[in-house]
């Protein structure tokens, strides 16, 4: 009887997989999709070049990390690099000049908390975020976009966690929930963790791809093609991966005392980062360490009130992992 229950087991653990994958195939934005972002992309290039000649444009954010779903705003960067550039100068004459190109909802916000011009095409009805010289978010893109190349179960991974947190309201930063850049080093850092690894951590090997960015040293191994078969040793599918990574976020992650580190591919001590202590707004109830920014906590932005919120959505989340027979309907309701 026993082996009759193991392989009833095993059949569900593989249907469960089976719809997990199907989900994480439905939110992939479909190539017809990528083709109009680079239209889009390639005519804002050619409008900025004529202003500013010396000038470069990158893509970062969702759509440059491989982390985007379908229908996903671009987050563009105005690369200038005269240093004395006025970025609410820059943004109004930009706004000025992608007016008068037939693009829709030009607006310069310029007392942001990061300085942009949104608009919208109407064309693909893309719309797009561009902001300047946010040089250090296009790295931590070409960091993430790197590890996900390594093994195909983080993009899957971070796609069902990001898609969950969306329909649970938990990834909205001005409420005090996490960013989708923080949930994605959430999953790096666990995959990280998995014994066997599923991934390595590139900051610590040899570096073969370097650069200072407002004076901030951003250094790691991007030969990633070389580490296709890294993970092979560890066999867990997506279902049991889902259920491990909620149910470390409900019940095994010390809020107390511990930041995950992706930069060191391991735990760090809040005290040897002095996050023990309320500092201006910065709570640290949550502690992720951004890669590059060492000094900057991603959980920033989580209250007293927003972590209760989080810390009851993590055990959600495990709970039905662990006794729903329907995880993937129940998971991804709508809060
Ligand atoms: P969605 O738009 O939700 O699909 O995700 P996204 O990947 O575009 O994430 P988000 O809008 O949270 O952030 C866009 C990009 O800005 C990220 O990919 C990072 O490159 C960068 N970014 C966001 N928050 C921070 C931050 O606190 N520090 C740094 N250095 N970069 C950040
Ligand atoms: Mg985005």
Redesign the pocket.
Known sequence: RNSKRQIECRRDIDRLNARFLGIYESLIPPDEEKVKQKQLVTLLKKLVIKEWPEAELYI??????S???SK??I?VCLAIEDLDVNKSEVLLKLADILQSDNLQNVQALTRARVPIVKLMDPVTGISCDICIN?L???V??KL?RDYAKIDARLRQLAFIV?HWA?SRGV?E?YRGTL????Y?LMCIHFLQQRKPAILPCLQGMEITYAVTVDNVECAYFDQVEKLSSFGSRNKESIAQLVWAFFNYWAYWHDYANDVISVRTGSILSKRGKDWTRRIGNDRHLICIE?P??TS?D?G?VVDKFSIRVLREEFERAAEIMQYDPDPCVTLFEPY
């Open positions: 970062y954010g969702s759509c440059g990390n982390f985007g779903v996903s705003d987050d946010n250090l978010a296009v931590n893109t993430l990001k969306k990834n930063t960013s989708s850049y923080a994605v951004d590059f920014e900057h991603l920033r």
